[in-house]
């Protein structure tokens, strides 16, 4: 499965963004799919995930309540709508497929991923 993730911009704090993540292949439905963010100086961190079928879904402390993800097996996406943003959410953000529970990478690559900048 290879995933390609767009949607980033520059935004104020307070303001929303919708990642999407875009993934090639016949068996995005069959895993489990995540979002992860790594800002400057930081390690990468997980940020929410959902699993094959979108009826389990995960947050992030950090994230809960502001960010939603969600996923269209038809369209083989998987997005992340993020609301109430701050600048601590600056970050690039990646999506990648997931082993559920870990969070693990499932392919262990992550791709260009896209940058979310948030202005105070």
């Known amino acids: 499965v290879r995933l390609q993730a767009f949607g980033g911009g520059l935004v104020e704090a307070g303001g929303s963004l919708r990642l999407s993540c875009v993934a090639s292949?016949?068996?995005?439905?069959?895993?489990?799919m995540g979002w992860f963010r790594r800002a400057p100086g930081k390690e990468r961190e997980f940020a929410a995930a959902?699993?094959?079928?979108?009826?389990?879904?995960v947050y992030a402390d950090s994230v809960k309540g502001r960010f939603t993800i969600s996923r269209d097996n038809v369209k083989n996406t998987v997005n992340l709508q993020m609301n109430s943003l701050k600048p601590e959410d600056t970050a690039v953000y990646y999506c990648?497929?997931?082993?559920?529970?870990?969070?693990?990478?499932?392919?262990?690559?992550w791709g260009q991923g896209t940058q979310v900048t948030v202005s105070s």
């Open positions: 959902i699993s094959s079928r979108g009826d389990a879904i």
């Open positions: 292949g016949r068996t995005f439905d069959s895993y489990a």
């Open positions: 990648a497929a997931v082993r559920w529970g870990t969070w693990a990478n499932t392919f262990g690559s």
